[in-house]
Structure formats: C-alpha cells, structure tokens
C-alpha cells in the first residue's frame, strides 16, 4: 500500500487537540497560566459589526461546533444556512483557557465554508430552475473537498462530483464522461465512445453525452442523440478560446436537436459558469456544472473578540463593548444590537443555543439548512438585489 504521510495536510487529531493555532495562542497560554490567570469571558465572532448590505451565508458551523465538544463553554450561534449582515454570528462564554487555541481552526472552519457557500447560493439564485452541480473540488487542496461540496450543498447546488467527499456526507457522488474518454478512443470514433459508456455504466447514472472533443459542437450533439438510445442531455464544455457566443451556440444546438426529434434531449453547459453566465443561459440551457466560481471563492473575513471579561465591557478599540444581539426584521432587515436592550418590536433573536456546557445541542442536517437558506435569500430579496446592484 502506498504510504499516505507525505502529503501536506494537517490531521484532524491536530484540530481536535488545539495544535492547528497559532503560534500566539500558545504564548498566550503559557502567559495566562504562568500568572494564575484564566478570566471568564465573552467572545463573538463577526465579519462586520454593522449592516452593508453585503450578505453572506453561514456555513461550517458543522466543524466548528465539534471544538467545543467537552470544554466548559456555552456557544450561541445563527443558524446554519442564515444569512447574516453585520453584527455576531456566534458568541462563546467561558473561561478564555478553554477555547484560547481553536481560535484559528474555529474562523477557518467558518470563514472558508461561509465563502464558498454564499457563492453557490448566488449561482442557485441565478437559474432557480435549472440543474446545478458542483464541479470544482479539481481547483482546491483535496483535503478540503468535503467542505467545499458540503457547502455547495448547503447553497442550493443539486449535486456534488467528487467522490470521496460524496462518502464523507453520506451523497452520491455524480458525473458522466470527460474529454480524455472521447480522446482515448480515437478522433472519428466519439460514437464508439458514447455507446462504449452507455453500455459500461450502471442504468442509475444518467446519459449525458459530452459532444464538443473534435467537431461543431451541433454535429456531435445530433450524432449523440443518434448514436445513444434515451440520451438525457448533452454537455457543452467548449474551451473559452473556441467558444465565441456560448449563448448562441446552445440556441442552435437545442433548435437543430429539436429539428431531428430529440427534443427530450437536455442541454447541459460548464466551463467557466458563473451566476451572470447562468442568469444569461437558463432559459436555454436545462443544468449547469460550477466549478472554480463556487471552490474558489474568496472566504468571510470573520474575527474573534473578546468583547467583556467577567461581565464587565472589554472590548478593544475599534470593537463594540459588550455582548450584542442580532435580529431578522419582517421587512427582511439584519438588526444589531446590545443584548441588554430591547428588541426590535418585529424583531426575530437569531443566536441560539449550540453548545452548553461541552454539550453540542443541535442536529445538522444539509438540506434542512439548503431550505433555510432559500427561505432566507427570499426574505430578504437577495436574487433581487443581485442583479439590481441595490442594497436590501
């Protein structure tokens, strides 16, 4: 068996003991215990202390949560699958020794699946109707892949590719053909190709034809069609440098299918997919495959501060004292506030419990959150603010 230790990657067990810190939160420690001390405090986690306008939804809130597991802490948090927009998204009460070094694994945890899943909430938002899959694990370090396509999921993508991520969440990984398949079978032969697989693959996988290897992406389309018995779509992933007006090859792809009865036949479009090229393509293309939009998003510059010791404000200059509230209004509005003052009248507390006393106090469940995120995006009108440029 090959010898797996020479990869790059940081163990879970290094996460779990608080090893995966910084280097100045062992300082830190060694400072604090030298001198006796280990106040209680409140922490909280934010990307911005006041409302912008910039949405973000909250995700890996899965592993984050399991750094609390057994410390003596209590931990309220939104939701996973909230938006939020300023103001705390988790706020941690306890004796500072205990959580001081997850400090750096707990941001990373949200900060990056927070990143990539308001990506891939913004490209369902684009074509809400249309097929979405994640296809960019292949553009990140593939110790990250589960996080990336949970958080595809958690967006409102339909569907993951990577397999071993697919084992990880409990999902079945999907996925059909790529261009060095045609390859392998020589230039001229892609019929031989698509029946080849066709008659490989196992009936529960479905017959998606990729048809832009070696010709006009119309010529292999309609020989696809012909040559594969129920085809259930094609796929155009055509290189950037060929690719001229996408839309407009899809349009004559679909009319010129239809013209020789295959109008049952789906068309499918990836290669540089975003949320503008889906919102642009969705009344002609029936799915899409997202790949470097979603993986490679840029992730939520979260911070931790200590905002009160032992009950008392504390926070440092440029941060709000105190421990703070947030709400979701009925007009959709993200509302911040101090916790100890009133909340809004139409106002809806959105920290609540996720760990008491080491003790995780919530299910997590990925289509639950999906749901939640969907019903978020519509309360606030994000797909409208979108593609308006408005602020909601």
Same mark, same amino acid.
């Given at each position: ?7 790059? @990657? ?23 215990? /030298? ?11 934010? /990307? *911005? ?6 949405? *973000? ?16 802490? %209590?931990? %309220? ?14 706020? @941690? ?16 945890? &949200?900060?990056? #699946? *927070?990143?990539?899943?308001?990506? /891939? ?9 249309? &097929? ?18 949970? *958080?595809? &999921? ?28 045609? @390859? ?40 696809? /069609? ?9 796929? @155009? ?21 239809? #013209? ?25 293309? %029936? ?88 019903? %978020? #995006? ?6 409208? #603010? ?7």
């Amino acid at each position: 068996m090959r010898d797996m230790t020479t990869f790059d @990657i940081v163990p879970p067990g290094a996460i779990a003991e608080g090893r995966a810190t910084d280097a100045y939160f062992d300082r830190t420690v060694e400072t604090l215990e /030298a001198t006796g001390r280990n106040p209680t405090v409140t922490a909280e986690v934010t /990307a *911005s202390q006041f409302p912008s306008g910039d949405w *973000s939804l909250l995700a890996g809130l899965h592993d984050a949560a399991q750094l609390f597991e057994g410390l003596a802490v %209590d931990v %309220d948090a939104l939701l996973e699958g909230q938006l939020f927009d300023g103001g705390p998204v988790m706020r @941690i009460e306890g004796p500072y020794l205990e959580f001081c070094r997850f400090e750096t694994a707990l941001l990373g945890f &949200l900060s990056h #699946a *927070s990143g990539v899943a308001t990506a /891939a909430l913004e490209a369902r938002l684009a074509a809400p109707d249309a &097929l979405a899959i994640s296809f960019g694990t292949r553009h990140v370090h593939p110790s990250i892949g589960a996080m990336v396509e949970r *958080s595809a &999921l958690l967006g409102g993508l339909d569907g993951i590719s990577n397999v071993a991520a697919g084992e990880v969440l409990g999902r079945e990984a999907g996925g059909t053909m790529p261009h060095a398949l045609i @390859i392998c079978f020589g230039r001229g032969n892609q019929e031989d190709a698509w029946r080849a697989f066709d008659d490989a693959v196992g009936p529960d996988v479905p017959r998606v034809a990729l048809v832009d290897t070696y010709d006009d992406e119309v010529e292999e389309a309609t020989r696809a /069609a012909a040559a594969v018995e129920d085809l259930d779509s094609v796929r @155009i992933d055509t290189t950037s440098s060929r690719r001229g007006d996408f839309r407009h090859i899809l349009r004559e792809v679909r009319e010129k299918l239809d #013209a020789r009865g295959f109008a049952d036949v789906g068309l499918f479009a990836s290669g540089g997919i975003d949320p503008a090229t889906m919102r642009d393509l969705r009344d002609v293309a %029936d799915g899409f495959g997202v790949g470097s939009y979603v993986s490679n998003a840029d992730p939520v510059e979260f911070a931790l501060d200590v905002t009160a010791v032992e009950g008392e404000p504390a926070a440092k200059r440029g941060k709000l004292d105190g421990p703070r509230a947030v709400y979701r209004t009925d007009d959709g509005g993200h509302e911040s506030r101090r916790a100890d003052e009133p909340a809004p009248d139409d106002g809806r507390a959105l920290l609540e419990p996720l760990v008491r006393d080491g003790d995780l106090v919530r299910n997590f469940e990925i289509d639950e959150a999906a749901d939640r995120a969907l019903e %978020d #995006a519509a309360a606030v009108g994000l797909a409208d #603010a979108m593609y308006t440029g408005t602020d909601v």
